[in-house]
């Protein structure tokens, strides 16, 4: 299924449209000064309107929109898009040219459709795919930017990792007019966090109805989907919300080494418990190639190496059977606020003050984290006294010059939503940074040549709505996620809502670390990193901690390894 598109503004008199080159057609959309390819879906809302992608008219039932012709389009496009935001959901970029000739592009509150710019001089371009915005070659990469994603997973901005081109952040609109090209917030999850006075059953009802229909929804829009299943909490209600209106879902569990490797047992409960096939395929450490970049289609270098296994696993796949979708649970721990530490204490004692129910909230922390009680209430004092409890990014050190760190954290965050209001509660503001987390690269692979990857726990509505349950809700019981658990309690095995633990590919990535340290040293020694004062070489000489606290460092080994294939593919190709 192909994908993508690019969008050409102020065309200067006499080029090639860059979209001729990548599409080999003429435009899709030609309006005034701007010039629209898409492999996307295109709902043509009217002359001067279009929307690329999936566009849903909010339920439930939520209902796919393909044509956007009548009363209904014309409301849209004389409001500029904003009415999407409150009417409508999905994965889309809207695009309309004002009368006045002023270009609005809007993305939406998801980032399910991901949307890059382009700025020089009258010139803007913006695309789904950041190969249609920047070629490879010297003095392409911002190394600067490459240190603040390493340094911190709150580091990451508006910026990318290449000079020149930006993300349209999820929510935000562009405007580009006769004075220029602005960047306006039209959603924010601030907006959306005051509570609605619910019960946890009433939140449970809602938010299992609010799942059913976002993720059913998605479902239906796909012949065949590969859905991603370790028989965690996320990935398996993704599974139950889809089967019912999926014409065919086929789940796929990832085997590597070790017992934590190995979740068959429970995809294979969630899978018998729908009755739905359930594929099985082991990490190959043939599919690892150090020197080739993951994910050369991302403007970040923060896939892990170990993805290279996981695309080999969907390609030979793909040769045996129709995939159109790949949908995976992923989001699924920020969007549920999956929180450990007494910050749900502090939020609910702002919020309602000293109460009997305030001891409930502490000995669910302690059940969820197995601190004692006093150690909770010191904790909860000791997080209000810093920052009255807000969310604080980190910067890890860990491996890089301590100079760049020093300017990373001088210069701060610069994600807009990591900026909370004046009155915003301290467990909220972990919310949100959770959520910004999550959408990081969401593509699996480039839209144009693979079928498209679906987070359909990123879907608006179940956003907007978990974003406004109480963070001590979601610790009810002691268990973390808890509102959503209580959702599916009576659709999953005991064994999924009750599990408390997940496994994952850590012993793959040791695998891959101990079968190639030399060539992992060796890379880095001689690498772009080290050259432009990024990673400090006296890391990899540190004496190897074989316990399990040396994973860390060879984790972060690993990590920049990632980084280097990176930018050894940005700055040659």
């Known amino acids: 299924m192909a994908g993508g598109f690019y969008i050409d503004v102020n065309v200067a008199s006499g080029k090639p449209p860059e979209g001729h080159r990548i599409f080999g057609r003429p435009p899709d959309f030609n309006v005034a000064h701007v010039m629209l390819w898409s492999d996307e879906p295109m709902i043509a809302i009217d002359a001067r309107t279009v929307v690329l992608g999936y566009l849903f008219r909010k339920g439930p039932p939520s209902v796919r929109v393909r044509e956007g012709a009548g009363t209904d389009g014309s409301a849209l496009a004389a409001a500029n898009g904003r009415a999407l935001l409150t009417g409508y959901w999905g994965g889309y970029i809207f695009v309309h040219i004002t009368e006045g000739g002023a270009l609005y592009v809007l993305r939406d509150p998801s980032g399910l459709l991901p949307c890059y710019i382009r700025r020089a001089g009258v010139e803007t371009a913006l695309a789904g795919d950041i190969t249609d915005l920047a070629v490879p070659g010297a003095g392409r990469i911002d190394f600067e930017e490459i240190g603040r994603i390493l340094a911190s997973g709150d580091a990451r901005g508006r910026k990318t990792c290449l000079v020149g081109v930006e993300e349209l952040i999820a929510g ?123 994910t050369p289609h991302h403007p970040w270098p923060i896939s892990p190496i170990f ?20 949908f995976s649970g992923n989001g699924g721990d920020g969007i549920f606020c999956s929180i450990r530490s007494a910050v749900p204490l502090l939020d609910h004692f702002l919020s309602e003050g000293p109460s009997t129910a305030i001891g409930k909230t502490v000995r669910n922390i302690s059940s969820l984290t197995g601190a004692d009680m006093f150690t909770v209430l010191k904790h909860a004092w000791a997080r209000h006294r810093r920052a009255g409890g807000a969310h604080v990014p980190r910067y890890s050190e860990l491996g890089l010059e301590r ?31 959770f959520l910004m987390r999550a959408q990081k690269s969401i593509e699996l692979y480039p839209r144009r040549s693979a079928p498209p990857h679906i987070a359909p726990l990123l879907s608006q509505p179940i956003v907007e709505l978990c974003l406004s349950i109480p963070t001590w809700h979601w610790i ?86 990632a980084a280097e294939s990176w930018a050894r593919r940005w700055n040659s190709g």
């Open 172 to 294: 935000e609109c562009l405007i580009v007019d006769r004075l220029g090209a602005t960047v306006e917030p039209w959603w924010s999850p601030w907006d959306h966090v005051a509570p609605r006075k619910m019960s946890i059953e009433e939140e449970a009802s809602h938010l299992r109805q609010t799942i059913a229909d976002c993720v059913g929804t998605w479902s239906s829009c796909f012949p065949s989907i590969l859905l991603g299943s370790s028989g965690g909490l996320d990935s398996s209600i993704v599974a139950v919300a889809a089967t019912p209106r999926s014409e065919r879902l086929t789940t796929l569990t990832l085997v590597s080494p070790g017992v934590a490797g190995d979740e068959r047992p429970y995809a294979q409960s969630v899978a018998s418990s729908l009755g739905i096939p359930l594929r099985d395929a082991p990490l190959d450490l043939a599919d690892i190639h150090l020197e080739r970049a993951v």
């Open 403 to 433: 100079k760049l760190v020093e300017r990373i954290e001088a210069q701060g965050f610069s994600h807009p939503w990591l900026l909370p209001p004046a009155d915003a509660l301290p467990g909220k503001t972990v919310h949100v940074a």
């Open 307 to 326: 993805k290279q296994a996981v695309g080999a696993v969907h390609r030979r796949l793909q040769l045996e059977m129709p995939i159109d979708a790949h």
């Open 476 to 561: 009810a019981d002691g268990r973390d996620r808890a509102v959503a658990r209580s959702a599916f309690s009576n659709r999953l095995p005991k064994k999924i809502i009750d599990r408390s633990q997940k496994g994952g590919p850590a012993e793959f990535n040791l695998s891959i670390y101990s079968t190639q340290r030399d060539r992992l040293h060796d890379m880095l020694r001689g690498g772009a990193l080290a050259a432009a004062g990024i990673i400090d070489l006296s890391f990899l000489d540190v004496r190897e901690d074989i316990s399990w606290r040396g994973n860390a460092r060879e984790q972060r080994i690993l990590s920049f390894a």
